[in-house]
């Protein structure tokens, strides 16, 4: 079966996540690195386009020479990868879309809730796959968390608490750190800072798992450090479309905690948690039984477990093999549509553009409920309410 091409904006030399994409995309063997304008200075990005195997005509010096490139080739790219700074995010998107490539895009998708909406209405239309890195939810055992609340093991859920705590941004002294000033800065982050950065994690993996979509939230959020403007704790207390209670507590100055996302989900019949830090276990606690600990890896579990299953039980998998099933679930949408058919279900699991727009709405709202005092508001993007 000849490999999908495969092309990257963003994500050069010394990009934090730039290296999880290219190991993603080419772990399976589906994607062929094709092309990719990978810094925003021009000849730095070429020169390490070509280090990387790309042929000196596809390493492009910004994404619109990609764009023109790409476009007027036979042998274009399959799928394009979106991991330049957030403010770009709709921009580069949009265009590609319009093009006709199907894009995966680092989160935010957008800055605001309209240009949201029209990535969403826009992929509907040109009938292009938008789909956004939610990367977490590629985990073995999250798919099997989404299963096992899907064929009614915990029965109906009631509550689902999320967490994405971590404690990088705790000094006060790192105020002038350029690395992190920005993400605190709104001409730079926009109305959010931890909430948009981390909280939109735990909010969509919750939303995954439970297979439920938050309806309205209230919010307490709090700049620990004074100096910064936007927030660097929120809690979040939600209701969902299905009837579930959502906690969330996100936050950047939890000295103690490294990377924080954690998520449990309490049904009638039984209860999970599961961490990103030790992802290779999932706790289950049927009601009036005993708790036990699922192994990633373990025969049977659920198809959609078993296929995103990479090494064998007992040896660890990470981040970059869960970014992989979300690049394997995107080479199998895009085979099934150039084939006619009807892809695999256990495949159909990738984060949406529809995601992606839930989410800035989200972030809007809990911006607007902070600065409330706490008060209920809306969730809903206003195309789905």
């Known amino acids: ?59 492009y010096g910004d994404w619109r020479e990609m764009l023109a490139g790409e476009a007027a080739r036979d ?32 989160k935010p998708m957008t800055m605001t809730v309209a240009e949201g909406e029209e990535i969403v209405r826009l992929s509907e239309s040109s009938g292009r796959i938008c789909a956004v890195n939610y990367g977490y939810s590629g985990y073995s055992l999250v798919r099997h968390m989404k299963a096992m609340v899907a064929r009614g093991d915990l029965g109906g859920v009631r509550l689902v608490k999320a967490e994405f705590a971590h404690g990088h941004h705790a000094d006060a002294a790192d105020a002038d750190n350029p690395r992190v000033r920005w993400r605190y800065d709104p001409a730079q982050a926009g109305v959010s800072a931890q909430f948009a950065d981390c909280g939109i994690h735990a909010l969509h993996m919750a939303s995954f798992v439970i297979g439920q979509e938050a309806t309205r939230l209230s919010a307490d959020t709090v700049s620990c450090i ?64 005993r708790l036990e600990v699922i192994e990633r890896g373990a025969g049977g579990l659920s198809p959609e477990a078993d296929r995103t299953s990479r090494v064998t039980v007992g040896h660890a998998e990470g981040m970059p093999l869960a970014f992989a099933n979300i690049y394997a679930d995107l080479a199998e949408a895009i085979r099934a549509e150039k084939e006619d058919r009807a892809m695999d279900p256990a495949a159909d699991l990738y984060p949406r553009a529809s995601d992606g727009l839930r989410s800035m709405a989200a972030v809007f709202a809990v911006a ?14 206003p195309m789905y309410r």
Request: aromatic letters at 8%; hydrophobic letters at 40%.
């Open 1 to 59: 079966m000849a490999k999908l091409k495969w092309g990257m904006i963003g994500g050069g030399e010394g990009s934090q996540i730039g290296p999880a994409h290219r190991l993603g995309a080419g772990l399976d063997g589906a994607f062929e690195f094709a092309a990719g304008a990978l810094d925003h200075r021009a000849e730095q990005g070429r020169a390490y386009g070509q280090r990387l195997g790309l042929d000196a005509d596809r390493a």
């Open 75 to 106: 042998d274009r790219v399959d799928l394009v990868t979106v991991a330049t700074p957030n403010a770009t995010h709709f921009e580069i998107t949009k265009a590609f879309l319009e093009a006709g490539f199907h894009v995966l895009c680092e």
């Open 226 to 289: 004074a100096s910064r403007v936007l927030e660097d704790d929120a809690m979040v207390n939600l209701r969902f479309d299905g009837g579930a209670v959502g906690r969330l507590w996100t936050s950047s100055v939890a000295l103690g905690r490294q990377h924080g996302l954690t998520l449990q989900v309490f049904g009638e019949k039984g209860g999970l948690r599961w961490s990103q830090e030790h992802p290779n276990q999932l706790y289950w606690m049927p009601l009036n039984g």
């Open 368 to 381: 607007e409920s902070g600065k409330s005092d706490g008060a209920w508001v809306d969730a809903r993007p």
